[in-house]
């Protein structure tokens, strides 16, 4: 069963422009929503996270919405530039106390963002 | 600072063969979760290990199993090898009590022949 669903799986954008990537989920436990950038040859690197108790966070060019009702997330790149191409996840997870979830990450199916300059 | 070391980085196995991975997690982390990720996927949840046990697995068969030792390093091993067990086989570490905070490593591909 596939818990976090994201879209688009690629995304073209020219150096200056948006660049935004959907995730929805589907498990209500979850409570901490990550986005981690993976170039090739390397593993995935954490770029952003947020808590459904914020509705927004942003961190330098990045943003994250967050719409709780509606179990969606996504990703803002601002001014994107050409060292952003690379392949971008959402994931979820939670974490439950002598329960059975240690905060394992339920990883989205990934979207190869290419910025051209 | 050290991340989280992985060996080898690339690996070629024939099928039926068994194979072992090894991780050394970031300096001060002390649980250790292994992840596949199947070309174009993204990372499927294997199992995490803490104080050397298994404490939680996804939904991946027996043949893979794992270990960690007192040092907090890790191994994780696939027996009767399939084609389909082809992936890059990524290790991420944490503080137990900071679950938030994985660090990966670059991970081993794995090719299965």
């Known amino acids: 069963q596939q818990q976090v669903k994201q879209s688009p799986q690629s995304l073209i954008v020219q150096k200056g422009g948006i660049s935004i990537i959907n995730c929805a989920y589907e498990?209500?436990?979850?409570?901490?929503f990550p986005w981690y950038q993976q170039f090739p040859g390397k593993g995935p690197a954490l770029l952003i996270a947020i808590r459904p108790d914020v509705s927004e966070k942003k961190e330098g060019r990045f943003t994250i919405s967050f719409n709780k009702s509606a179990k969606q997330f996504s990703l803002h790149i601002m001014d994107s530039q050409p060292g952003d191409s690379a392949t971008y996840f959402c994931?979820?997870?939670?974490?439950?106390?002598?329960?059975?979830?240690?905060?394992?990450?339920?990883f989205g199916q990934g979207t190869i963002l290419t910025v051209h300059p | 600072d050290a991340g989280v070391t992985q060996s080898p980085t690339h690996l070629i196995k024939t099928r039926g063969q068994q194979v072992t991975l090894r991780c050394s997690p970031k300096?001060?982390?002390?649980?250790v979760s292994w992840y596949q990720q199947a070309l174009g996927q993204g990372p499927q949840f294997i199992f995490q290990y803490y104080e050397e046990e298994e404490r939680q697995r996804g939904n991946f068969p027996d043949r893979f199993s794992g270990h960690q030792f007192p040092n907090y390093s890790s191994e994780l091993n696939v027996n009767a090898l399939l084609l389909g067990d082809s992936a890059l086989y990524l290790c991420?570490?944490?503080?137990?009590?900071?679950?938030?905070?994985?660090?990966f490593g670059s991970g081993t591909r794995l090719t299965v022949v």
């Open positions: 498990n209500t436990a979850f409570d901490y």
């Open positions: 300096s001060g982390h002390d649980t």
């Open positions: 994931a979820a997870s939670s974490f439950t106390a002598g329960g059975t979830s240690y905060g394992k990450l339920t």
């Open positions: 991420a570490s944490s503080l137990a009590g900071q679950f938030y905070g994985y660090t």
